[in-house]
Nanobody
Framework: QVQLVESGGGLVQAGGSLRLSCATS????????MGWYRQAPGKQREWVAS???????YYADSVKGRFTISRDNAKNTVYLQMNSLKPEDTAVYYC???????????WGQGTQVTVSS
């Protein structure tokens, strides 16, 4: 059973920073594409950033230049460094792992990020 556990969320003032972590239990982490998504109250879940097994990164326009996704294959962990946070970044942030063998997606339980103005 694949498990993803996010951590690092919290309350921060606008302009501040947070670092989210997503630890996985999967032994295939090193070949899995990983992603961060977020869902604000009353809105649909949206993609934030992705990192491939070869560490190629992609970002939504809304976070480009402010957020950085990275991975540590030795720790089976993916990170999201969030700088220059804005109130509109407030959301529950979810981690997703994409298994390239089964093409199945696994999700974490989410971590709350709240940015005050």
């Amino acid at each position: 059973q694949v498990q993803l556990v996010e951590s690092g969320g919290g309350l921060v003032q606008a302009g501040g920073s947070l670092r989210l972590s997503c630890a996985t239990s999967t032994t295939i982490f090193s070949i899995s594409a990983m992603g961060w998504y977020r869902q604000a109250p009353g809105k649909q879940r949206e993609w934030v950033a992705s990192i491939t097994s070869r560490a190629m990164t992609y970002y939504a326009d809304s976070v480009k230049g402010r957020f950085t996704i990275s991975r540590d294959n030795a720790k089976n962990t993916v990170y999201l460094q969030m700088n220059s946070l804005k109130p509109e970044d407030t959301a529950v942030y979810y981690c997703k792992a994409h298994n390239p063998v089964t093409t199945y997606d696994y999700w974490g339980q989410g971590t709350q990020v709240t940015v005050s103005s």
